[in-house]
Structure formats: C-alpha cells, structure tokens
C-alpha cells in the first residue's frame, strides 16, 4: 500500500496495454489514497460518529449474502472474511469522504499520478507515420512507384504480370495486393540477407569478411531483422552512402555460387537496389533519421539525469523543426544544405558523408521533393498524436516543478526493452532457464552482486548457508506452477468465448422465433425484453435503419426507431429478409460476459488537442 500511495507516474510505451496498465495502478493508488485516509479518520473518529457508518456497512453487508437468515446460517470463518471485507470498505469509505473535504491542493499533491510515453516510441512512430503517408504519394498522385518485392509464391502468381495492365485475374490481384515495396521493404530484405537475427540464415562472416577487405573497415549491417529503434533509417543510411559498394557485393554473391543466380529475395534486394523510386524512398528516410531521429534521441539520451516531464518544450521544439522542414524542404536538399539550420538540434550531422552522398545523388531522384515533403507532413501529424501527453493545458504542462520532481521518469523506456531483450537472447542460448533464474542472474549483475559476495561473505558458513537456501527455493516448482498458470488462463479464454458463440446462437434463435409487429400503436407499449426481442428481430430481418449498434439506445429511441422501420416498410423501402440472419447479427448485449482483448498497437488514439498547435 506504501509503493502505491507514493507512486507518482508510469513511462512505457504508447499500446493500448501499457496505458491501461498506467490507469489500473492510479486507480490503485487512489484506492491506497483513501484506505490510509479513511485509517487516519477510523482513529480520529468518535464511537459516536462511527457507529452510523458501521451499521450502514454492516446492514449493507447481511443485505448482500441474502438476508439475516442466510447471515446466521453461515459459518463462523466465513462471517469473519464478510466482516473484514466490510471493514476495509467502510474505512475506504471514511477516507473517500475525508479526501473529498481537503484543500484542493492537498489533494492535488495526494492524487498526482502522471503519465508520458517513451520516446523512443515516439520517433519510432513518427517514422512510421511518414513512411505511411509516403508509400500513398505514389497512388495519389498516379506515378509509378517503387518496384514490386513479391515473395517467391507471389512471383510465380504475376509471372506474366504487366504493369499498368487492367486484365488481372483474382489470383494476380491478391497477390499485388499481399506485395509489398519500398524502402523499408528494401531494408528489411538487406538486413534479412547481410545481418539475419537467426544465425543460420544469410551471409553474417561472408559479409563482414567481404567488406573489410573491399572498404578496409569492420562494418555489421544494421539489425533491420530485428524489431529495434532507428534500424530502418540507419539501414537506408548506409545503402545510400554505399549503394555501389552494396551492388558489387550483390554480383560477388551471386558469381561464387555453383548455378550463379539469385534466390527470390536476393533478386528483390538486387531489383530494389536499381529501382529510382525505391532509392528516392532510402534517401526520405536518412534525410529524416539526420534531420530530426538523430538530434532528437541525442538529445533524450544525453544524461540519465532527465527528467522527460521537463522535455514538453524540446518535444515542442521538434515538431516546429518538422514543420519548418515542410514550408521549406531546400533545409535538406538542395546546394545550401547544413546542418545549422537543417538539423533539430543545430548540431553537426550524425553522418555527413551520408549527407554528402544524398546531395550528389539527389538531382537524379525527379520526385524527391515533394517524397520528402509529405513524409514531414505524416510524420508531423503522428508526432502530434505521440506527445499529447505534454498538449497545452494537460497533466504535464500545468505540473509545477515539485509534481515534476515527485513523478520523475526517464525519457526512455530502455530500462524494461533492454531486460526483454536481454531474456530473449539467453533463453535463445539456454531454453531451459527458468524464468526466476533468469531474474536472478540479472539482478546478480545489475546490483554486483558477485563483487559484494566475494567482498562481505568470506566464512564457509556464509556459503553453506546460501547452498541451502538456494537448493530449497524451489524454482522448478515454482516455474510450473506460473505455466500452469498460463495454460489455465487460455484455457478460460478459450471457454469463455466458447460461451459467448453459444449464448450468440441461443438468442440468434430466440429472435429469429420471434413474430414482427407491424402496429405503430402496440410498438408504443413495448417495453422492457419484449421491446429489445423486437428490436433485434427488425434488425435480422434486414431493416435498414437498424442496421448499427442499438443496444445503447434508450427506451424511447428504441420505440422510435421500431416505428421508423415500420413506417418505411409500409412504404415498401425494404422488405423483411425470410431466411433470418447468422447468429453474429445478433448482438450480444451481455457486456459483462463479452470477451474482450486489448489490441496491441503502438497507437494511442487521436489527441485531445488534435486541433491546436504548439
């Protein structure tokens, strides 16, 4: 109860889990708030001004499990876990009423809970949106695009595919539709063949071996494989700065095989490599990860002492660069180019020579202009929704530096992402670790454990001791226990939505029994299950009007919209459908039932302040 009263903010990443995560622990935290409160007031208080309370609660309590009689006839052990219950309730009740009756700012201090996204997510994202809003350039405006990177069974689907052609068959036309092209697509092809995540797959040695000695410098691709920050851009980077240098290994791959072809991905890389669309998408993103990635993570990595409740004006700073960037795209491309006025930060380029690169290719590249410009303008809309959290007037932005300093937090959430990755990589050595084993081999090196042992624990009954205690641990029981554990939770999903498609098909039947009313007045008299039976049974039978959510409608609403249906039958706009409708037609109503699962994306919705500006 202590962590929960004093914990002040939460930094995670921007998915729908992690903020609820962040709204369940405020929520507990007031929950924490009131029960010491509402203890302060239990001892402040007299019998006297007690004792209402108390019979309130309790009469509330003996009302619940069904009576006096059903309270007496309970056992004594249960009695006193009912009693407990009513206690803590009735002392969060007491504290509920005393927060209520502080000062304003009391309670302002009590309550602050405040939370801000990782922003490493935050550019992660802001790429993201970019690169969206650039790959639909080409459609919009009814250029070519970049090459098609089909997959090997897709490939074979438009052999004799044309572009431009208008005769497409299903087979082809789902097979353009599951391709994908572009940039990105074109850094994850090279980061898939020079630096594969899985050890057995790609050239890794060939590569690093081959680049050594053809550029005289040690040099491993960026891990695009991999689901990390910046790859992408630093990917396009490097095959912008060294385009040839990658082409000329491409052939060496090529030739030193026995039958000297490429396999599919490597023919898409090759093709991706030589196609003007693709490397004009390559140059967007290095003139991005310079412009703005890089300055901005400089800047949230340069100390551990940041605080990121204190970065709403530098966030600020940012998408006013981005959107300098738009009204005038000649920072980044053109013969004035520097990084005085280009960068975020004003500070040299975290490559000049890419930077070099891209200004000697760009006059090649006829649609790098205005490529470039609507990425800036995708990207300066994503960045808009990822920092709403410090929008004019919120949580943050009216903090006072004491609330800052209380919910202090890291910029980024490298702390966690760093401990995922790390387990990932050892269990991928050692499957068998335990999860508890794992954690302790990670605090053992984070807190230098090993170096105080060897330090403080110098007698052989220290050693003994610890023997002991780690042999009784039980780590393997307890790890069977938390897969038990996990098994049993999918298995009650499973069972729950099990339920739910039998209760769907119980009440699809239900309606499809139930006989239409076509009398305005008796409609009028419906109400309650009957008004809902027919509401339903409209909406299966194909009534236009009906044919959205209406299990929030309100009684009225409903009677309205039953007549309406009927009104527009008499006029002979729709008729009823006679085979009645599949069992997902029907909605389901009991909400408290429904299996609901959170979406794990990395968008926060729209922002609250989507109409303003810095």
């Known amino acids: 109860m202590d962590i929960f009263k004093k914990l002040a903010g939460m930094n995670s990443d921007h998915c729908s889990k992690e903020r609820k995560d962040a709204q369940l622990l405020e929520k507990e935290?007031?929950?924490?708030?009131?029960q010491t409160v509402g203890e302060d007031a239990f001892q402040e208080s007299t019998n006297e001004e007690l004792l209402p309370?108390?019979?309130?609660a309790r009469s509330k309590m003996i009302e619940a499990v069904g009576g006096t009689a059903k309270w007496k006839a309970l056992s004594e052990s249960t009695q006193a876990d009912h009693e407990a219950k009513m206690m803590e309730e009735a002392i969060k009740k007491l504290g509920k009423d005393a927060f209520e009756n502080l000062d304003d700012n009391e309670k302002r201090i009590m309550k602050l809970f405040i939370w801000a996204g990782c922003g490493c997510h935050k550019d992660l994202n802001s790429v993201h949106g970019g690169n969206t809003a650039m790959m639909a350039w080409w459609d919009d405006n009814e250029i070519d695009g970049p090459v098609l990177l089909a997959n090997r069974d897709n490939k074979a689907t438009l052999k004799d595919y044309q572009p431009g052609s208008d005769t497409l068959t299903p087979d082809q036309e789902r097979a353009i539709e599951k391709s994908t092209r572009g940039g990105i697509k074109a850094t994850k092809l090279a980061g898939d063949i020079l630096n594969n995540k899985d050890d057995k797959k790609g050239y890794h040695d060939d590569f690093r071996w081959w680049w050594a000695t053809n550029v005289q410098e040690d040099f491993t691709f960026p891990g695009t494989s991999n689901n990390r920050f910046q790859s992408h851009c630093e990917a396009a980077a490097v095959l912008i700065l060294h385009l040839q240098k990658f082409i000329q290994f491409m052939k060496y791959i090529k030739a030193k095989k026995k039958n000297q072809r490429f396999s599919n991905m490597e023919q898409n890389l090759w093709n991706a490599l030589h196609c003007p669309a693709t490397i004009t998408e390559l140059v967007v993103l290095a003139l991005y990860s310079q412009a703005v990635s890089h300055p901005y993570l400089r800047k949230i990595r340069s100390s551990k002492k940041i605080n990121m409740l204190d970065l709403g004006p530098f966030h600020k700073k940012i998408y006013k660069h981005i959107k300098k960037i738009i009204q005038d795209p000649s920072l980044l491309i053109g013969c004035s180019v520097k990084h005085e006025t280009g960068a975020a930060d004003h500070l040299e380029w975290e490559s000049p020579d890419v930077m070099a690169a891209i200004q000697a290719l760009a006059p090649e590249l006829p649609y790098l202009e205005p490529l470039l410009v609507e990425f800036f303008h995708g990207a300066a809309k994503t960045w808009k929704r990822f920092t709403s959290e410090f929008a004019p007037g919120g949580l943050i932005d009216?903090?006072?530096?004491?609330?800052?300093?209380?919910?202090?937090?890291?910029?980024?959430?490298?702390?966690n992402e760093g401990a995922l990755g790390a387990y990932r990589v050892v269990m991928r050595k050692q499957p068998c670790l335990h999860q508890d084993q794992f954690n302790a081999w990670y605090m053992i090196r984070k807190n230098a454990t090993e170096e105080f042992a060897q330090r403080e624990l110098n007698?052989?009954?220290?050693?003994?001791?610890?023997h002991k205690w780690g042999r009784a641990g039980g780590l393997k029981e307890q790890e069977m226990m938390r897969k038990k554990a996990l098994v049993d939770h999918n298995e009650a999903r499973i069972q729950k939505r099990k339920d739910a498609s039998e209760r769907r098909a119980a009440k699809a039947k239900r309606v499809a029994a139930v006989k239409l009313i076509f009398d305005l007045k008796e409609i009028s008299m419906l109400k309650g299950d009957s008004l809902n039976m027919q509401l339903q049974a409209f909406k299966l039978a194909g009534a236009p009007n009906l044919q959205c959510a209406i299990s929030k409608f309100k009684a009225d609403e409903k009677r309205q919209e039953l007549q309406a249906a009927i009104i527009s039958f008499n006029a002979g706009n729709w008729k009823p459908i006679q085979e009645g409708g599949e069992p997902s037609d029907i909605e389901d109503t009991d909400t408290e039932d429904a299996d609901t699962e959170d979406a794990d994306t990395d968008d926060d919705g729209e922002s609250s302040w989507e109409d303003l500006d810095f």
């Open 459 to 466: 007698q052989p009954e220290d050693l003994k001791f610890i």
């Open 29 to 34: 935290k007031m929950q924490a708030i009131y």
């Open 398 to 415: 009216e903090a006072t530096v004491e609330e800052k300093d209380a919910a202090w937090m890291p910029p980024t959430n490298d702390a």
């Open 53 to 56: 309370v108390l019979m309130e």
